[in-house]
């Protein structure tokens, strides 16, 4: 299993995540991105199923690192 969350500290708004995860990261107001999931609300909570391949591209291209992945649910 994979859970994600984005670290908006370390975000810098480039866009890139939903243009590769469109399903699993939008954007805030301010641009920045967060895991969209239903009912994660960037807590990286709820299991990502079909689009972890999606999701690990979208980690591996974040230019500032701050697409957090991991097996187990963050909290
Ligand atoms: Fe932010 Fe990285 Fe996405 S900088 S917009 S989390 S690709």
Request: glycine letters at 10%; a negative charge; proline letters at 4%.
């Amino acid at each position: 299993a994979k859970f994600t969350k984005v670290n908006k500290d370390e975000c810098i708004a480039c866009g890139a995540c939903g243009a590769v995860a469109p399903d699993v990261f939008g954007y805030d107001d301010e641009g920045y991105a967060e895991n969209i999931l239903e009912g994660d609300n960037n807590q990286g909570v709820v299991e990502i199923t079909d689009l972890e391949s999606d999701v690990i591209d979208a980690a591996e291209g974040c230019p500032t690192e701050a697409i957090e992945v991991q097996d187990t649910p963050f909290n």
